[in-house]
């Protein structure tokens, strides 16, 4: 599936993966290289105007890691997964402090996710 970009995000997109919070850092270590769930993630996709935190492009999946950056944009967090599941993505939101105080809590509710686009797992 071909997603549509902003080129003029590219910058913001790089400088993000360089600079992201603690949260996003730890759950990378479990995502990247297939090594959780066999399956490739990419971090700080730019899709349309929106940079999301990971996309997994063979499950259609975002992950949205939730935490203060995201207090006082509800309208702009609710129009970005409209945008995205009018895409045919699927977007699952993981609280920050799951990912920090409970990784293993964060890892299951993905597994489950995942478990539901592809039973065949």
């Given at each position: 599936?071909?997603?549509p970009?902003?080129?003029s995000?590219?910058?913001?997109?790089?400088?993000?993966r360089?600079?992201g919070?603690?949260?996003?850092?730890?759950?990378?270590?479990y995502?990247?290289?297939?090594?959780?769930?066999?399956y490739n993630?990419?971090?700080q996709?730019?899709?349309?105007?929106?940079i999301?935190d990971?996309?997994?492009?063979?499950?259609?999946?975002v992950?949205?890691?939730?935490?203060s950056?995201?207090?006082?944009?509800?309208?702009?967090d609710?129009?970005?997964?409209?945008?995205?599941?009018?895409?045919?993505?699927h977007?699952?939101?993981?609280?920050?402090?799951?990912?920090t105080?409970?990784?293993d809590?964060?890892?299951?509710?993905?597994?489950?996710?995942i478990?539901?686009?592809?039973?065949?797992?």
């Amino acid at each position: 599936m071909k997603l549509p970009t902003n080129k003029s995000l590219h910058g913001l997109t790089k400088s993000l993966r360089n600079n992201g919070t603690m949260a996003e850092a730890v759950l990378w270590r479990y995502l990247k290289n297939k090594n959780a769930f066999g399956y490739n993630f990419h971090r700080q996709k730019n899709i349309g105007n929106y940079i999301v935190d990971f996309y997994c492009p063979k499950l259609h999946l975002v992950i949205e890691v939730d935490g203060s950056s995201h207090d006082n944009k509800y309208q702009y967090d609710t129009d970005r997964d409209v945008f995205l599941k009018n895409l045919g993505l699927h977007v699952l939101h993981i609280d920050n402090s799951d990912i920090t105080f409970n990784i293993d809590k964060a890892l299951y509710a993905i597994e489950t996710y995942i478990k539901s686009l592809s039973p065949s797992l």
